[in-house]
């Protein structure tokens, strides 16, 4: 079956600590693949997308992530987080105008 | 101004009523969709409309019913609620294919 895992439910980590999350899809064939953000209480908002072209997309908020097609993997990193960054990531693939998210990586930084 | 809204932002009603969620966009965007958003925070899409036709219809209660009266609106009509309703429904847009801008949600809340 078609899905987007995220290995990580839960991160926390202490302000100025470098940040990976992973995200690996099981589709073939050309993706669209995003990285969105849900801070506490609100919607979800884009932090970046990767269509085409350089593998390495930056995003808003000093994010960046990794498009490796070999490895079906599209992982988000910050180098340096704060606190400000606490809150719910999603990954999520469009093929065929169908879009599969995650389940979600709850991020918790600590101050 | 507000690119993807709803109405109402919170709903309290009692297990066997009828309610609608209303969602308008002003993006021009050819496709919308609704998702649910359990209290674990999993995202899962119900419905997405592409120029008020139904393209995706994943399994969901036929309770639910969507309505599309034009392009820039999607809205959600539930009948008979249950408790298992309770949830956080998040209306979005997309040009098709490519990000997603969500709503603010709807909290809807089953007793």
């Known amino acids: 079956a078609q899905s987007v895992s995220q290995h990580n439910h839960h991160v926390i980590l202490s302000e100025a600590a470098s940040l990976e999350l992973g995200c690996n899809y099981s589709y073939g064939g050309t993706v669209n693949l995003f990285w969105y953000v849900q801070y506490p209480g609100q919607h979800l908002q884009l932090l970046l997308k990767y269509f085409s072209g350089d593998p390495l997309v930056k995003g808003i908020k000093g994010f960046e992530a990794e498009f490796i097609k070999s490895k079906f993997s599209f992982n988000l990193r910050k180098p340096s987080v704060q606190w400000s960054d606490t809150a719910e990531y999603f990954c999520?693939?469009?093929?065929?105008?169908?879009?599969?998210f995650g389940k979600g990586t709850r991020l918790h930084i600590l101050p | 101004d507000t690119a993807v809204s709803q109405t109402p932002k919170y709903l309290v009603t009692q297990m066997g009523n009828d309610k609608s969620i209303k969602c308008e966009q002003n993006l021009g965007h050819d496709t919308m969709y609704w998702y649910k958003q359990d209290s674990k925070k999993f995202l899962k899409i119900m419905f997405s409309?592409?120029?008020?036709?139904?393209?995706i219809n994943e399994t969901v209660p036929n309770r639910f019913s969507p309505k599309s009266p034009d392009k820039a609106h999607l809205n959600l009509h539930i009948n008979s609620l249950e408790l298992g309703d309770s949830a956080v429904y998040f209306c979005?847009?997309?040009?098709?294919?490519?990000?997603?801008?969500f709503g603010p949600g709807t909290r809807l809340t089953v007793t």
């Open positions: 999520a693939v469009n093929r065929d105008d169908k879009i599969i």
């Open positions: 409309y592409n120029n008020k036709e139904l393209i």
């Open positions: 979005a847009s997309s040009p098709t294919g490519f990000e997603q801008y």
